[in-house]
């Protein structure tokens, strides 16, 4: 199974996936090469990644908004605190709201139903079903590079020339 490096990721990315955050950019840049090749081309081909004031918003610290609530690329939104988080928990919550992504889930918006205890039911399902996912995802990438040299930094010749083209933080 492939996977990309950091400074794959970071190239594929060129600003556009992340919306011009180079905070964002270099934080999937480490986390994405946990999850297949494959995986990744699917992300970065339907989705867009923020990161957004949390207070008063309304939101958990990440969230997947499918494209049929937006009419357009799947958006996965993390607060601004993110940067803050502790390594794994970062890693956890993005591979999480990608697995969202991928098991093409919808907003509980779009559950169809106004029966709270069902919207709860169908939420608690979608939710285990993604942490169910990264599970397999880490497990596998352990399994795959266990006792390989990798590291999850993006190199320092990528930064400073993806700095020089002029991306914004």
Not at 59 to 74: H, R
Not at 151 to 165: C, G, I, R
């Amino acid at each position: 199974m492939r996977y990309y490096t950091p400074d794959e990721i970071h190239y594929a990315d060129a600003g556009v996936v992340t919306l011009g955050c180079d905070t964002l950019r270099y934080l999937l840049a480490q986390t994405l090469i946990r999850i297949p090749a494959d995986v990744v081309d699917d992300v970065f081909e339907h989705c867009r990644f923020h990161m957004f004031e949390l207070e008063g918003c309304g939101f958990a610290a990440g969230s997947y908004l499918p494209n049929d609530s937006l009419k357009g690329a799947d958006l996965i939104l993390f607060s601004r605190e993110l940067p803050n988080d502790d390594k794994k928990d970062q890693t956890h919550l993005i591979l999480h709201e990608i697995a969202h992504c991928v098991l093409r889930h919808r907003s509980p918006l779009d559950f169809g139903t106004t029966d709270a205890g069902e919207t709860d039911r169908l939420y608690k399902k979608q939710e285990k079903e993604a942490d169910a996912l990264v599970d397999e995802w880490l497990e596998k990438w352990k399994t795959e590079c266990e006792g390989k040299e990798i590291s999850a930094d993006v190199s320092e010749d990528v930064l400073f020339s993806t700095k020089k083209m002029g991306s914004t933080g």
